[in-house]
């Protein structure tokens, strides 16, 4: 097949999965909008992927296929709970807007950590948490990146999901010195306890957190 073939027929095969992105959100009662906030991208993406127009990158793609798997009865449908990919995108916001000191932007970020896992414990269908679990797009700092994959990887467990996402133990999800989550070191007793009681997923990742800075997770 020449390489001309090659092309037109991917072309073809993403324009179907595009047409099934649409017929998707048609059948579940969303709006573009709300596709985008769930896959982390902008509502003129979604537009344009539905008419054709634009190509998507492989990680959303990723998103869509998961979004696809999505069904009728899907906690989506009637709340905004988000996923990882959309609350990287908030989470990016929040340290780039954020005036606080370092601790209390530390702080700041495990606040929405918690909320992040009231919304997951909100899932029960397996397509809601696969969709919630999909690799994320970095929030441009390697820290909270790592923080979200041990988190995924915490959830997984947590939820029984036979293994955690893949993407979750590339490389770049491994911090190369130790994060002490909004603990300074003058406070060594909390030091002690978030090294000897903190979550697993995310000590192996070089993050230490005193868990009851993380009281609903």
Known sequence: MCAKAIYINKKLLYSGEMKGLEQQRMQLGMTQSHVAFLLGTRQA????YEAG???AGQTV???IDLFL???????HTGTWLGTMASHAVNLRALKKTSNAQLGDLDLD???YVVGMNDAFA???LISDQMLFLTQPASTGDRRIDALLAGMAVHWSRAAGLDRAPSWTREPQYFLRELW???IS???PGLRCRALCEGIPSLRSRGILVDRSNLASV
């Open 45 to 48: 993406n979604i537009s344009a």
């Open 109 to 111: 970020i495990l606040r």
């Open 122 to 124: 909100k899932t029960s």
């Open 53 to 55: 127009s634009l190509s």
């Open 180 to 182: 002490w989550v909004g």
């Open 61 to 63: 793609t990723d998103r």
């Open 69 to 75: 798997e999505l069904k009728p009865g899907t906690m």
């Open 185 to 187: 070191e003058s406070l």
